[in-house]
């Protein structure tokens, strides 16, 4: 069974998602959500995390001197978990160069953009969608990708993608890419934790 954890900074849609799927839908008897860690101590996600009864703790970068000793204590928080692959689900942070590292090719992150398009520092939450609606973009979507270094850059592991009508606008694309999040984070999990059963 494998351990997940989720990160997450806001509301947690796509973490209840991920939580659903591992109840009823394609990760049942394949992972579990052991552990949720949110940089923001009035993020939903951790009421839905106390509502499902998961392990949930809250590391504010502002409690620590510096960035190494913040990062130390979330490493240590997956470690004590025992977790496989760490799921960012809205979480607004960058993650530390010494979790990329322990972590490598097992931190996941959702976009809800199609990659390389509409990615980097900056670009995240309505700004995204409001620079698909500007470029007249005929499709949009969500993608699911292996975490880097740089923002939004590692390797994709699954994308879905949504159409984009002219009348549109950016709310109207949020609520069709939000809904696609939910479907394709579950699917690529289950691609990530096949591939490394079966290689
Ligand atoms: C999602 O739109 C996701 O693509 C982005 O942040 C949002 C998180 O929403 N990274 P939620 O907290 O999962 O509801």
Known sequence: MMRLAVLVSGGGSNMQSIIDSTKTGILKGLAQVVLVISNNPNAYALKRAKNENIKSVCVERKNFNDEKSFNNTMLEELKNADVGIVCLAGYMRMIGHEIIKTYHGRV??????????????????????EAVVKAKEPKSGATVHFVEEEYDTGEVIIQQEVEVSEADTSQDVAKKVLAVEHQVYPKAIKKVIDFRLNN
């Open 108 to 129: 996941l992150n959702i976009h809800p953009a199609l990659l390389p398009k509409f990615g980097g520092k900056g670009m995240y939450g309505h700004r995204v969608h």
